[in-house]
């Protein structure tokens, strides 16, 4: 069965500090999407970024960061020079087969906090 | 272009009634699903349709049902409200089989 396992309830940090939220998936299935999305306190799941297993390339968008192993089945994502608007709920998640984005099991979730 | 519209944002319900949520997807958009979120079990996948049709269903009992209409609009229906269907309960819609998802603001649903 899949999984996704995000060890950081909780992480409180000082703005324009780097933070890393760790990201830690089991599945069976070769064939499989990562996912990352952000949930600010409007509720709304906001979507960063999606990942197939097929490609292993790390990727940069703006101050954002994301870290794709297979080796250890991670997928983690950085945030360079916080600011305050990050302050959120952020969820990775796992999709198997060819249909991204189907049948999402999220993991529970990293409550992130930016103090000014 | 509009997002993911749900209505209504909040809903009080007691036990034992039943409650229509509503989902209008992004324009385009013909695959609407469902999620539950609670604080003890997190993020839960209820169900997916496309086409008018249900395509997958997750691990909740027959009280929780839904449809989508031929615009593509998702209702969700929870009969025999019970205390513990009180959730943030979240539409997301998405182009095509290779989109990723795109939720909407949710419906917090209270069970007194």
């Known amino acids: 069965a899949q999984k996704v396992t995000q060890a950081q309830t909780e992480i409180s940090v000082v703005e324009k500090e780097d933070v890393t939220l760790d990201c830690v998936y089991e599945?069976?299935?070769?064939?499989?999407?990562l996912f990352w999305y952000k949930q600010p306190p409007s509720g709304e799941l906001v979507f960063l970024i999606r990942?197939?297993?097929?490609?292993?390339q790390n990727e940069i968008s703006g101050r954002y960061s994301w870290n794709f192993q297979k080796s250890t089945s991670s997928f983690n994502f950085t945030i360079t020079a916080s600011q305050v608007v990050d302050s959120a709920v952020y969820f990775c998640a796992l999709s198997e087969g060819y249909n991204a984005g189907n049948m999402l099991t999220f993991g529970g979730g990293t409550r992130l906090m930016v103090k000014p | 272009k509009a997002g993911v519209t749900q209505t209504p944002r909040y809903l009080i319900k007691t036990r034992g009634q039943q409650v229509t949520l509503s989902c209008s997807p992004i324009s385009g958009h013909r695959s609407v699903s469902w999620y539950q979120q609670t604080p003890g079990q997190g993020l839960q996948f209820l169900f997916e349709y496309f086409s008018e049709t249900q395509r997958n269903k997750g691990n909740f009992p027959g009280r929780f049902s839904g449809r989508q209409f031929s615009n593509s609009r998702s209702e969700m229906n929870v009969s025999t409200l019970e205390l513990g269907d009180s959730a943030l309960y979240l539409c997301a819609s998405r182009q095509g089989q290779s989109s990723p998802l795109h939720f909407g603001n949710g419906t917090r649903l209270t069970v007194t």
């Open positions: 990942r197939n297993s097929f490609d292993e």
């Open positions: 599945t069976r299935d070769t064939t499989y999407y």
